[in-house]
């Protein structure tokens, strides 16, 4: 295990798991409404010269996929564009999902990589915070390859 802080510490490490992923693949983030999006931004400027094809699949639901695209002087954003997250390269779960307020149940993740996966296997990468994916028990249900976890914390001055 090895520990990183700051901003830089999360995307970096970000950027390492997904190093052994080929340029130009499709990588599938999964998260909760809103919650998770702002993330999954971040995370997708983080590896913009690896030239995926990114989309975002809200709570594990492959109908409602969209398309995360680079918007000139904003960044990256999930845009209201359909996409087909169908043989994902990589599918990236992030852990508002294991929020009961947020989320869904993990059997729908494992089943939705399942079912867009057309029998090969994605790389799997879970990206929490505090723990959420131990707290919740997710780490046994899902065979992460590789599984990050960020503690925040904040000081008021």
């Known amino acids: 295990m090895e520990k990183r802080s700051g901003i830089v510490g999360f995307t970096g490490t970000f950027r390492e798991s ?6 130009g693949s499709k990588v599938v983030f999964t998260g909760s409404v809103a919650v998770c999006t702002p993330f999954i931004e971040l995370l997708a400027y983080t590896v913009r010269d690896r030239g995926f094809d990114m989309l975002y699949v809200p709570r594990a639901d492959a109908k409602e ?4 695209k680079k918007i000139e002087n904003i ?12 043989n994902p390269d990589a599918v990236v779960v992030l852990g508002g999902l294991a929020m ?3 989320g869904c149940p993990p059997e729908d993740v494992v089943r939705m990589i399942k079912d867009l996966s057309g029998g090969k296997k994605p790389k799997i990468v879970g990206v929490g915070f505090m723990n959420i994916f131990e707290s919740a ?3 046994k249900k899902i065979k992460f390859d590789t599984l990050m976890d960020t503690t925040m914390e904040v000081v008021i001055k």
């Open 18 to 23: 997904v190093a052994d992923v080929k340029d």
């Open 65 to 68: 996929a969209r398309k995360i």
């Open 75 to 86: 960044g990256y954003s999930v845009v209201d564009e359909k996409g087909n997250p169908e």
């Open 100 to 102: 009961p307020k947020f």
């Open 137 to 139: 028990g997710w780490d």
